[in-house]
């Protein structure tokens, strides 16, 4: 959707001018607490493009996907200011079995990988300001379903791949209204109801209601 995109440009272009010396300061506080790179990058699924609405043709776009394990979305990298230690990752599987999961989702209570200037950046949502320039890059939107690590989206089934159908989003109804939550079922509900029935009026109340959950801060970990 055009308007969608320009509103999505514009947006995020005056939020990166304002946050840029936020982000900076951030940048150098997260350095000084921890060893390694303070812009965290992380590969997650984005839109299904399959049907050709804007990438490439579906020749192509089956090719990535077997090249990607079939995860049925375009992988991209995801942005963020690093709130958890730098091996996080290789750690992740001592700390959660994915294949033992019920669903496809996780939380973790007390994570040990996230410091405590982290855990201030999780609770005021500082950490998810340089997915901006995904929004930018045309990677992701300012409204839509959270787009998950590729780790999990394998884990996805036929239903759960439905929220692959628009570009993830950088806040959304899922976000505002069961933010935290452990159950995918609950996830999944919102953000097929936003599917469903988006529209440039429920993406401004939905930028809306985030300002509210952000200050909040109600399921950040």
Do not use: W
């Not at 790179?37 to 493009?49: C, L, S, T, Y």
């Not at 991209?76 to 999961?101: H, I, N, W």
């Not at 505002?176 to 029935?197: A, F, W």
């Amino acid at each position: 959707m055009f308007a969608k995109r320009i509103t999505d440009i514009v947006i995020a272009s005056l939020l990166v001018v304002v946050s840029l010396p936020i982000m900076a300061l951030v940048a150098i506080l997260i350095r000084l607490e921890s060893a390694g790179p303070a812009i965290f990058r992380q590969k997650r699924v984005g839109v299904n493009r399959r049907r050709g609405n804007g990438y490439g043709v579906r020749g192509d776009h089956e090719r990535l996907e077997r090249r990607n394990g079939n995860l049925g979305g375009r992988p991209f990298t995801m942005y963020k200011l690093r709130s958890m230690v730098q091996e996080a990752e290789a750690m992740l599987p001592c700390l959660v079995d994915l294949g033992a999961l019920s669903e496809p989702v996780f939380k973790l209570d007390n994570d040990p990988r996230i410091t405590r200037f982290g855990r201030i950046l999780r609770r005021s949502s500082l950490d998810e300001l340089p997915q901006l320039f995904n929004v930018l890059k045309g990677d992701m939107t300012l409204v839509g379903p959270r787009p998950e690590a590729m780790n999990v989206v394998e884990l996805y089934d036929t239903k759960h791949r439905k929220r692959l159908e628009v570009k993830p989003g950088l806040t959304g109804l899922q976000q505002i209204t069961c933010r935290g939550t452990r159950s995918m079922q609950e996830r999944l509900k919102h953000d097929l109801h936003y599917i469903k029935h988006r529209s440039l009026m429920f993406d401004v109340m939905i930028l809306y209601k985030t300002v509210f959950a952000v200050i909040i801060g109600t399921g950040t970990y």
